[in-house]
């Protein structure tokens, strides 16, 4: 097997708050299509919510990850301070100039937006902290 | 103490495993130690990676290889 087999070496963590708005919705589509096209994983955040302690500890031991919020409220944010692990890439979806409500037909134009949006956090945070 | 490792084999894992009973033995724990390479098995403990070490079923690292101080201490606690 190769050397890199089987650990997720520069891989992106992808937590989203997937909440019951467009803009939580909004976040989880963006990380399914971010992980369909390789740009990172998404990642069970009810597990870290739940305590259970492999994905606790994922979360503390992966190198690069982003938690991406769909409103101020900050759900995402407030599990992973709970568990105690450190946020590294942050974004909150009504930061973007999109608007929180119950519309669940999701746009191509803000999917597409916020998936720009979390590589471009991603790349600002992991350039400036090398 | 049960102390399992996760990996389905490459020379990460491999290590990990080593520096576990290597850190075992040192310590003079008494402790079983299983290897899991199954990718079910490894699914179902929700790590994002491997390798990764669980001791009485609590996950204490993934992917990345502890050290053998660094199992020292939680097997010591």
Known sequence: MAEECCVPGGIVMILACSGGSNVGQLANQAAVELTQEGFGKMYCLAGIGGHLSGFVQSAKDV?????IDGCPTGCAKAIL???EIQIRSYLVLTELGIEKNKNFQLSREEIDRVKIAVKET?????VSKG | MDIKVLGPGCPKCQQTEKNVKEAVAEAAVEAKVEKVTNLLEIAKQGVFGTPAVIIDG?????GKIPTKDE???????
């Open chain 1, 63 to 67: 190198p690069q990850m982003v938690a």
């Open chain 1, 81 to 83: 301070d709970h568990a």
């Open chain 1, 122 to 126: 991603c790349k600002k945070d992991y």
């Open chain 2, 58 to 62: 609590q996950v204490k690292s993934v």
């Open chain 2, 71 to 77: 199992i020292k201490k939680w097997i010591t606690k």
